[in-house]
């Protein structure tokens, strides 16, 4: 069975499927479905979650090994392939369509790949694979849909918009998803509940502010310790919430550990910023952050924004602003004790 990304949703209030295919370029898309479908089971007490990397050397027997270790256990599990060529090869099509055959009771498997020519969409084990549960598409939103996905996205988000000042969140994320859902966010942050109107929005994205929490990021990617600090500081006397900067921070955080984690795998730093669209404008800090952090720091810092989470909603003690420069020094490379001379 074939969805689209805006069915799933519905889908899944109906009941999981036992195989869930998902593929496609755009990566924000791929992600909340994955995510999606992942909630899901957790709530239909699928406790146990194996990842497997279908990568060049992986052994396809390994699949086929848990899928029938199943049976030995209670608990539901989710079984989660990712396949980034979208090529499992002469082994890989022959292991998945044997799964297809013989559906392992309690257990649902979760398949991932990336873009996909229509001759791979034609292979036996893409076909299997559909056939068996469900194949979702995250295709790429072009620029005439693009505002009606932001006006559905806002209104998710409890906010409501006129046509106006969708248009120009549009026309200011240049079709770049990620950039459009962070927009979205932050309005959400902003004016919750609310309905925005141009000005708003403008006000909002605008460049221009001193203190922005978008260039705190930037600043922090770029190495720049000590500016950050004093950034961070006029952001805490101009008013702004601590919840503000760090769903920035954290924004950019989890796209920086999938990106890590390509890297880690293989992907050159040009492949990744490509498949995750980076702006031509932010490759550069995007590029020095990658380089100057392994994968393990990028999961010790979204647990440390995940704590400052806490400490801002009280169910831990600190102080969000102190913890919110340790985190911003530590991502620049600049621990307390350092110095980097001076900045603009």
Same mark, same amino acid.
């Given at each position: 069975?074939?969805?689209?990304?805006?069915?799933?949703?519905?889908?899944? *209030?109906?009941?999981?499927?036992?195989?869930?295919?998902?593929?496609?370029?755009?990566?924000?898309?791929?992600?909340?479905?994955?995510?999606?479908?992942?909630?899901?089971?957790?709530?239909?007490?699928? &406790?146990?979650?194996? &990842?497997?990397?279908?990568? #060049?050397?992986?052994?396809? %027997?390994?699949?086929?090994?848990?899928?029938?270790?199943?049976?030995?256990?209670?608990?539901?599990?989710?079984?989660?392939?990712?396949?980034?060529?979208? *090529?499992?090869?002469?082994?890989?099509?022959?292991?998945?369509?044997?799964?297809?055959?013989? /559906?392992?009771?309690?257990?649902?498997?979760?398949?991932?790949?990336?873009?996909?020519?229509?001759?791979?969409?034609?292979?036996?084990?893409?076909?299997?694979?559909?056939?068996? %549960?469900? #194949?979702?598409?995250?295709?790429?939103?072009?620029?005439?849909?693009?505002?009606?996905?932001?006006?559905?996205?806002?209104?998710?988000?409890?906010?409501?918009?006129?046509?106006?000042?969708?248009?120009?969140?549009?026309?200011?994320?240049?079709?770049?998803?990620l950039a459009a859902a962070q927009e979205v966010d932050k309005l959400a942050l902003l004016y919750p509940g609310e309905q925005l109107d141009a000005a708003r929005v403008a006000e909002a994205v605008s460049d221009s502010a001193r203190f922005d929490v978008?260039?705190?990021?930037?600043?922090?990617?770029? %190495?720049?310790?000590?500016?950050?600090?004093?950034? /961070?500081?006029?952001?805490?006397?101009?008013?702004?919430?601590?919840?503000?900067?760090?769903?920035?921070?954290?924004?950019?955080?989890?796209? @920086?550990?999938?990106?890590?984690?390509? /890297?880690?795998?293989?992907? #050159?730093?040009?492949?990744?910023?490509?498949?995750?669209?980076?702006?031509?404008?932010?490759?550069?800090?995007?590029?020095?952050? @990658?380089?100057?952090?392994?994968?393990?720091?990028?999961?010790?810092? @979204?647990?440390?924004?995940?704590?400052?989470?806490?400490?801002? *909603? %009280?169910?831990?003690?600190?102080?969000?602003?102190?913890?919110?420069?340790?985190?911003?020094?530590?991502?620049?490379?600049?621990?307390?004790?350092?110095?980097?001379?001076?900045?603009?």
């Open positions: 069975m074939q969805l689209r990304p805006e069915q799933l949703a519905t889908h899944l *209030k109906q009941g999981l499927a036992p195989v869930y295919l998902l593929w496609g370029e755009e990566t924000l898309v791929a992600q909340e479905a994955a995510d999606a479908i992942r909630a899901a089971a957790r709530a239909g007490g699928y &406790v146990d979650r194996e &990842v497997f990397h279908a990568e #060049s050397g992986f052994d396809w %027997g390994r699949l086929g090994e848990a899928a029938s270790a199943l049976s030995l256990f209670a608990d539901r599990r989710i079984l989660e392939l990712r396949i980034p060529s979208g *090529k499992p090869g002469d082994a890989g099509s022959k292991a998945l369509t044997a799964y297809t055959r013989s /559906l392992p009771p309690d257990t649902l498997l979760l398949v991932i790949c990336g873009k996909l020519e229509a001759a791979q969409r034609r292979a036996k084990w893409f076909k299997a694979l559909e056939d068996a %549960g469900v #194949s979702l598409a995250a295709w790429p939103i072009d620029g005439r849909q693009l505002p009606r996905w932001i006006g559905q996205r806002l209104q998710r988000a409890g906010l409501t918009a006129e046509p106006e000042a969708v248009q120009m969140l549009a026309e200011r994320v240049e079709g770049n998803l978008f260039g705190l990021v930037d600043t922090v990617l770029a %190495g720049q310790g000590e500016r950050a600090v004093r950034m /961070l500081a006029g952001l805490q006397q101009e008013g702004v919430e601590p919840v503000l900067v760090n769903w920035a921070l954290t924004r950019e955080l989890r796209s @920086l550990e999938a990106m890590g984690w390509a /890297l880690a795998h293989g992907e #050159s730093l040009a492949a990744v910023q490509g498949r995750f669209r980076v702006w031509k404008n932010r490759q550069a800090v995007i590029g020095q952050a @990658l380089q100057r952090h392994r994968l393990p720091a990028w999961y010790g810092f @979204l647990r440390r924004s995940a704590r400052i989470d806490r400490i801002i *909603k %009280g169910q831990a003690a600190g102080n969000p602003w102190d913890e919110l420069v340790q985190l911003a020094l530590d991502l620049a490379g600049r621990p307390l004790g350092l110095t980097e001379g001076k900045t603009a």
